[in-house]
């Protein structure tokens, strides 16, 4: 008589075990990075535990792929990056586009705003406060080899191409356009970001530092900046559609379909503002504002631009790159440190579709609206004198 074998059961059970251990681990990454698509390609990467840790600080920073590790400025930009991690590209598109405000460098810590920066590993230690303070700072160029700085244009260069900001200035596009119709799109990707209540600015949250109200969210400050554009005798198409609610996720496949449209219909654009504002807060809760040294009660600006760095189609990067350029140096040239260093990307950001197409970040959830409004004023009346010209 033949003894029963135990061994099939018991390796259904390790294989059963292993099989809930991996669905646990690939939800919790799902609820980590917002994207199941995401998870599933984080989870089947993955070599070893250090290799898991980095990965998942990456997607939760959105973080390129293919930078060793994190930086200290990386470890410190994590604001609400679980509600926004791995949008995915349109339908038939492998290229990754992540949100903004958790996806760039934007510069080195200035406290004093005098333009001199200070390395981020020996000025984050020191940066903390009350866990309801929000620290100011004014963000400048810093010296890694990361940063290109000639004259009043600085460029926090995300890629392994070599930049020639010289050469970049002298490529400038022209913004006026020919024939009747508006010449500037203003949108939002990220329509419902908000910033710190203050005073009478005061809205009901549909998230953490995001709201419904119009009033009170980015589209008041596109509206700011659609004001300065018509006061000027240029005009404005001013999409207020909020494409990251009520998912946050596809929002830029959603707001691509707004852009194309408006071109469609109108022609005559030649300048495309996809206007968001960023998010800073340290793993401590600090929560860190953005001010110019130059203007008081002033937010600081800054354009992030994409590339076809990633492989992806994008015949217009070099040119939106020097209309950045362009803008940039003539905003410092009036107001020294109202825009922070230019971030260039793998990724595209939509910006593909056109030339004169840019991303504009507009403060911090640190500051307050009102000094997003001042900011983004006199950001919009510098490009329109450029215009005008």
Not at 244 to 252: F, L, T
Not at 270 to 278: A, G, I, S
Not at 360 to 379: F, K, S, W
Request: aromatic share 6%; charged share 20%; hydrophobic share 40%.
């Amino acid at each position: 008589m033949r003894k029963k074998r135990t061994t099939r059961p018991v390796l259904r059970g390790l294989r059963l075990g292993a099989a809930v251990a991996v669905a646990g681990i690939a939800a919790w990454l799902v609820w980590l990075v917002g994207d199941p698509a995401a998870a599933v390609e984080e989870l089947l990467g993955w070599a070893d535990s250090a290799q898991a840790a980095t990965a998942l600080l990456s997607a939760e920073l959105g973080a390129p792929r293919g930078e060793a590790g994190l930086s200290a400025w990386d470890r410190l930009v994590l604001a609400q990056s679980s509600l926004l991690g791995g949008l995915r590209p349109a339908e038939g598109s492998a290229e990754p586009t992540p949100s903004p405000e958790q996806s760039h460098d934007p510069g080195e810590l200035d406290p004093d705003g005098d333009g001199e920066g200070e390395e981020e590993e020996d000025n984050l230690p020191g940066s903390t406060t009350a866990p309801d303070g929000i620290i100011p700072k004014t963000m400048v160029a810093g010296t890694s080899a990361k940063y290109v700085t000639e004259g009043n244009v600085s460029i926090y260069n995300h890629t392994d191409y070599a930049l020639d900001i010289a050469g970049l200035l002298s490529a400038a596009p022209e913004l006026s356009g020919e024939g009747e119709g508006p010449k500037v799109l203003i949108y939002h990707s990220h329509a419902t970001e908000a910033y710190t209540m203050d005073g009478t600015d005061m809205y009901e949250e549909s998230d953490s530092y995001r709201t419904l109200n119009t009033d009170q969210n980015m589209v008041r400050v596109g509206e700011e900046m659609a004001a300065v554009f018509e006061a000027a005798g240029i005009g404005v198409v001013h999409d207020t559609t909020l494409y990251d609610y009520p998912s946050y996720n596809n929002a830029y496949i959603r707001s691509i379909e707004g852009v194309q449209a408006a071109l469609k219909e109108y022609p005559s654009l030649v300048l495309l503002l996809d206007v968001h504002r960023d998010a800073l807060v340290a793993s401590d809760g600090t929560i860190y504002k953005v001010v110019s040294g130059s203007v008081d009660n002033c937010a600081q600006v800054m354009m992030v631009l994409g590339s076809d760095a990633s492989g992806q189609l994008h015949p217009n990067w070099k040119v939106n790159l020097a209309l950045a350029a362009e803008i940039q140096d003539a905003v410092t040239s009036k107001w020294a440190t109202l825009a922070r260093p230019i971030v260039l990307r793998t990724s595209r950001f939509n910006q593909h579709v056109s030339t004169g197409a840019l991303l504009v970040e507009v403060g911090t959830h640190g500051n307050t609206l009102q000094e997003a409004i001042t900011a983004a004023r006199l950001y919009a009346r510098t490009v329109a004198e450029l215009m005008t010209e």
